[in-house]
C-alpha cells in the first residue's frame, strides 16, 4: 500500500488531460472529475485517462463534490476586449465566472490556473488584476507567475502565466516549482532531438501519420535549414506570410518553439523534409506513446496544442502537493 496522501483533485477545462496527467504522475491524487465540452478531447481522456470526465458545457456541472485541489485553465479569448467599460462582469467573460463558481462551490485548499503569458499584459494589465481580485474575494491568497515549460525538463518554450491561490488561513505559504534547468547557470535544456530522434518512434504508434506537402512546400523545405524558416527560401519561394513564422524547421539540438494548433501549419522535421506528426507534437509536449488522441487530425492537433506539456505539469503538481503536505503536518 502506498504511504502518500491522495489528494481529491477537480479538473475543468481538462482537454486531452495534460495537466491533469502531470499531477497523476505524481502519485498523490485521485481525480474525482474533470471536464471538457469538446467532444474528442473527451473522447481522448476517457479511453486513456479515465471515465471520470464529465463531457458538457461547464455551466452544467452542478452539485460538485468537496477536493483539496482544483486544477484547470478557462480560456481567456473573452478578457481581450477592447472595452473602456470592461469588467469581469461582461458576459464575454463567462468561462472565467464558471471557473470561480466552481471554485467557491468546492472550496479547495489549493487551486491552480493555467493561462497564456499574454494575460499578464493584457490590456494593459487591468484583466489579470481583475482576475486576481475575484479570486480573493473567494477567501483565497492569490499569486501568480509567468514559468516557462523548458525550465522544467520539457523540449519547449512555452510560457505560461500560472496562477495559484491558497485558501486563506491554512498558514502556509505555496512556492513555485524551482527550475530543474537554467543553462547557463546549470543543466541542459531537453532538445527536439532528445524527444523525437534518439528514442525512435515505430511506425506502428498511433498519431503517426505523415501529411503530404504540396509541391511548391516541397520545394521550399529543401532551402529551410534547421531552425529556419520562409525567410531561407529564394525569393521567388517566398509568399506574403510571416516569413520567420512560415515553415518553420525545428532544430534538432534546440527546444522547439511553443507547439500550437494553427490550423495544421505545423512545424517541419528538423530533417526530413516534412511536417512533425502528431505524435511527434506529442513527444514534444511529453505525452507517453501509448496515448492516442482521438478524433479527426485538426482535432488530435488541437489536443496537443492545448495541454500543458507533462513534465511542466509534474513540476507543478509536485509544488501542490509539497503545500498540502506541509499544511497537513501542521495539524
Ligand atoms: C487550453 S485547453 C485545456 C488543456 C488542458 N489543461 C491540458 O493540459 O490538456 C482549454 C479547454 O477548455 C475547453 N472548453 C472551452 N469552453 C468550454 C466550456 N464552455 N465548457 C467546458 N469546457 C470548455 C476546450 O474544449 C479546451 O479543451
Given at each position: 500500500m502506498s504511504l502518500k496522501k491522495k489528494y481529491r483533485l477537480i479538473s475543468l477545462f481538462s482537454g486531452s488531460g495534460g495537466l491533469d496527467l502531470g499531477f497523476l504522475n505524481t502519485d498523490c491524487v485521485e481525480i474525482l472529475l474533470a471536464n471538457d465540452n469538446n467532444k474528442y478531447a473527451c473522447e481522448s481522456y476517457a479511453n486513456n485517462i479515465g471515465n471520470h470526465i464529465?463531457?458538457?458545457?461547464?455551466?452544467?456541472?452542478?452539485?460538485?463534490?468537496?477536493?483539496?485541489?482544483?486544477?484547470?485553465?478557462p480560456p481567456c479569448q473573452g478578457f481581450s476586449t477592447a472595452n473602456p467599460n470592461r469588467s469581469l462582469d461582461d458576459p464575454r467573460n463567462w468561462l472565467f465566472k464558471e471557473y470561480v463558481r466552481v471554485l467557491s462551490e468546492v472550496n479547495?485548499?489549493?487551486?491552480?490556473?493555467?493561462n497564456v503569458s499574454g494575460m499578464v499584459t493584457l490590456e494593459k494589465?487591468?484583466?489579470?488584476?481583475?482576475?486576481?481580485?475575484?479570486?480573493?474575494?473567494?477567501?483565497?491568497?492569490?499569486?501568480?507567475?509567468?514559468?516557462?515549460?523548458?525550465?522544467?525538463?520539457?523540449?519547449?518554450?512555452?510560457?505560461?502565466?500560472?496562477?495559484?491561490?491558497?485558501?486563506?488561513?491554512?498558514?502556509r505559504t505555496y512556492k513555485y516549482p524551482e527550475p530543474v534547468v537554467y543553462p547557463p547557470l546549470f543543466g541542459q535544456f531537453l532538445t527536439v532531438g532528445?524527444?523525437?530522434?534518439?528514442?525512435?518512434?515505430?511506425?506502428?504508434?498511433?498519431?503517426?501519420d505523415v501529411s503530404k506537402l504540396s509541391a511548391l512546400n516541397e520545394e521550399r523545405i529543401k532551402f529551410i535549414p534547421q531552425g529556419g524558416s520562409m525567410k531561407d527560401c529564394p525569393v521567388e519561394l517566398q509568399n506574403n506570410?510571416?516569413?520567420?513564422?512560415?515553415?518553420?524547421?525545428?532544430?534538432?539540438?534546440?527546444?522547439?518553439?511553443?507547439?500550437?494548433?494553427?490550423n495544421n501549419d505545423h512545424y517541419y522535421h528538423p530533417i526530413e523534409h516534412r511536417r512533425v506528426t502528431i505524435r511527434e507534437m506529442a513527444r514534444i509536449q511529453?505525452?507517453?506513446?501509448?496515448?492516442?488522441?482521438?478524433?479527426?487530425?485538426?482535432?488530435?492537433?488541437?489536443?496537443?496544442?492545448?495541454?500543458?506539456?507533462?513534465?511542466?505539469?509534474?513540476?507543478?503538481?509536485?509544488?501542490?502537493?509539497?503545500?498540502?503536505?506541509?499544511?497537513?503536518?501542521?495539524?
Open positions: 464529465v463531457c458538457d458545457d461547464i455551466r452544467n456541472l452542478k452539485n460538485l463534490p468537496q477536493a483539496d485541489i482544483l486544477i484547470g485553465g479547495p485548499d489549493i487551486f491552480v490556473m493555467e494589465g487591468i484583466v489579470l488584476k481583475l482576475i486576481l481580485e475575484e479570486l480573493e474575494n473567494q477567501n483565497f491568497d492569490v499569486q501568480y507567475k509567468i514559468l516557462n515549460a523548458k525550465h522544467y525538463g520539457t523540449a519547449q518554450s512555452r510560457n505560461r502565466t500560472i496562477i495559484v491561490g491558497t485558501r486563506k488561513g491554512l498558514n532528445d524527444v523525437i530522434i534518439k528514442n525512435p518512434i515505430s511506425e506502428y504508434v498511433h498519431n503517426h506570410s510571416d516569413l520567420k513564422r512560415a515553415m518553420k524547421r525545428l532544430h534538432l539540438n534546440d527546444v522547439s518553439p511553443t507547439i500550437v494548433h494553427n511529453g505525452y507517453p506513446d501509448d496515448y492516442i488522441f482521438a478524433g479527426p487530425k485538426s482535432e488530435q492537433s488541437r489536443q496537443v496544442a492545448n495541454s500543458v506539456p507533462l513534465p511542466f505539469a509534474f513540476h507543478i503538481a509536485t509544488s501542490v502537493i509539497n503545500y498540502l503536505n506541509d499544511t497537513r503536518e501542521s495539524y
